[in-house]
């Protein structure tokens, strides 16, 4: 049968979702685990290929395996059996034709900022910390020019692979809290490579006075990674939630 | 000159504030950072004596220094020497009068709790996981017996070390945000040694129904640890603020 996970992790100790040859990653983590509880050859296929040092509140993945045990239950036992950083939050069977990657999905990332004087320590592994005035109107007027339809070859990093660099945005928004956490949530149909970290690191720019407002239509226009601002560091990315299609 | 700090740290990797035999605690840090920076010997005084795996926004400190360096900038040095997760909020010369301790201040801390049926990995040095489901109404109706100037013994641990165990609770909220983190916050003039901690387990109980709304009275009457629940984990717990009046 095929089981597909729902996956929280604090990306602070890995190297990534992704199996590398150098380095622990979220998904050898969970391929030994559940060839362990099953006892049988077991290989995730995973959603979303998170970077070392981003975080997932739901990334998903899926995994072909022969057992009876029902896939509501396999969230506990292997709860049970991964570390601390790693915790499934939901496990159910699924059609075989499921694929967390190509069948059709929503996905929303947040980009945390801890905008203030001094860092907090508490939330160092969960934000990134930017001391200079961030303008969250600003940022927000800028981010609106995202919303849609585009080619996003300006906000891609030169390692993406990809067919195509169009992709579309439902929804992007940035706003403060009272702790002075800046939070940029966005949600679309599928992000290239670094996508969400280009773009929070061009909003920084543009909350700093260092861009402009209006200069966001003329980097997406441009479509060169150049004209984007920096790639902002890792620790700030959550992957939130997956929502497939049927 | 007398020098004032406001200090946050992550206490998941320290033995607590306390300078103890065995293990690095925040203290420690804080004196050999103070020292060598000012090249010569410094203790610290801290407002608060948080435990081990406690966490801290605003504890509060004092030291004594020969040094022609103004007190606001002393932060800002202090920070580039200090561990990742220590960082200094504020620094002020006061008076020579003022002591963290026995100056007369209002502290607020919250102990916070991740209620719901499965872990958040990103969340778990700073938030206590619990898995039943708490009824935050009767746990705040509860929490309003505590409110005012009583004696707290039944809240305190043994290994309080006191003249008197009358305390004063301004303030005390139960709250549940759309992350399911359940709150609670307290404010009072003076905490006895592990009485947040206690008063978190006795609402915990009283949440999930083990122990009843109308049992709060009768356990801070009857003035006997035994009555109240058990000392909730240290995770969950943070200092917020403290206040000095004038």
């Known amino acids: 049968m095929r089981v597909k996970l729902v996956v929280a992790y604090d990306g602070t100790n890995y190297c990534g979702w992704q199996v590398q040859p150098n380095g622990l990653s979220v998904q050898q983590v969970l391929n030994e685990t559940l060839s362990q509880l099953f006892d049988q050859h077991i290989e995730v296929v995973g959603a979303s290929r998170t ?21 509501e239950k396999i969230a506990y036992a292997l709860n049970q059996r991964l570390p601390e950083d790693i915790v499934i939050q939901e496990s159910a069977e699924v059609d075989a034709a499921f694929h967390p990657r190509f069948s059709k999905s929503d996905k929303t990332y947040e980009y945390r900022i801890l905008n203030r004087r001094f860092a907090d320590p508490t939330l160092r592994h969960n934000t990134y910390f930017f001391h200079h005035k961030l303008d969250v109107e600003r940022m927000q007027r800028a981010a609106d020019y995202l919303v849609g339809e585009h080619d996003f070859t300006s906000f891609a990093s030169i390692h993406s692979q990809t067919n195509t660099f169009v992709r579309t945005i439902y929804e992007i928004t940035v706003t ?61 990315l959550t992957l939130i939630h997956i929502s497939y299609k049927d």
Chains 1, 2 share one sequence.
Request: hydrophobic letters at 40%; proline letters at 6%; one cysteine or more.
């Open 176 to 236: 403060r809290d009272a702790s002075d956490v800046v939070t940029i949530r966005v949600r679309g149909n599928g992000f290239l490579y670094n996508m969400v970290r280009i773009i929070a690191g061009t909003l920084i720019q543009i909350g700093t006075g260092l861009k402009e407002v209006e200069d966001m239509p003329r980097i997406l226009e441009g479509k060169d990674r150049e004209l984007a601002g920096p790639t902002a560091p890792p620790e700030g």
């Open 51 to 71: 970077d070392a040092g981003v975080h997932a509140l739901g990334n998903v993945c899926a995994f072909d395996v022969d057992t009876r045990m029902p896939g």
